[in-house]
């Protein structure tokens, strides 16, 4: 018989869905003083940097194998340079609240590419909630930029797609997870997670600051960095790993699939932006699609949140 979790794991559930829906606010911020290249790179050297030594000085510092070196390298390119380049770039271009109700699709792709990839079985129910989820998504990114702070239609549509390419990224790590993760100490993976995603992102900060330059970061700008370094990048991770521990994945997944409601509401109280009534009826249906894709059995775990 399985002992209860203890009330902690909980607790840690719902400070990670909380931090994971600010992130999209906190981009924001961040986005009136640094380029959304520069905000990823600098997000990650801070994030590896601080979890690397704290690592390296603690009892015990595992040793790294060539091997290795070579997953972490892959899992840090996929699951941050890859998807935080599609994300920021994406949320530069769209308002908070449509980003996170997009980035919330990610077990749709999970779904999806398991069923193409590992050949998982898929109940009727699950496919019923991807195609009224996809019918949300459609909906919503031809709605694109009408909430505040999306910059227009034709930004809102670019940027909706983008924050779409970044699911679909997190979909394809997902299943690639599974051969890179190792049996390994969250605090060990997560180190090289950004280390490695710093080293591979540090390119496409170099192009994007020679094409647009590099602005003087506002006090505003910095408080969304430290936010997305101390809180998103460090502690929620940490909070996430924690909660894993005792609860299992499926219900975690709740949690995090709670991640768009703190963001809308967010973005509602700090950025000021709102739904037009079309995209929230288009958001609503694109989260009970998500819902019932997921309570239909395993539900997917979503390996990127913010």
Sequence with gaps: MHSRPPASAYAAAVGMTVAFGLSFVATKYALRGFEPLLIALLRFSLA????WVVWRFRRGA????RGELGRLAALGFISLTVYFSFENLGIAR???SEAAILIATIPL???ILNAFTLHERN???QWAGIVISFAGIAALVLLGGGA???GGNGGGLTGNLLVLAASLSAGVYSILARRLLVSRPALF????QNLFGALFMLPLALIEAALVGVRQPTPQALGGLLFLTAVCSITAYLLLNYAFRFIPASRVAVFINLTPIVAVAGAYVLLGERFTPGQAAAAVVVVAGVWLTNSGG???RSPSAG
């Design 48 to 51: 590896g940097g601080i979890l």
């Design 62 to 65: 595992e040793r790294v194998s």
């Design 94 to 96: 769209t308002s908070a």
């Design 109 to 111: 792709f999970v779904v």
């Design 123 to 125: 109940s009727a129910r």
């Design 148 to 150: 505040a702070g999306g």
């Design 189 to 192: 993976v997560t180190t090289f």
């Design 298 to 300: 395993g539900a997917a």
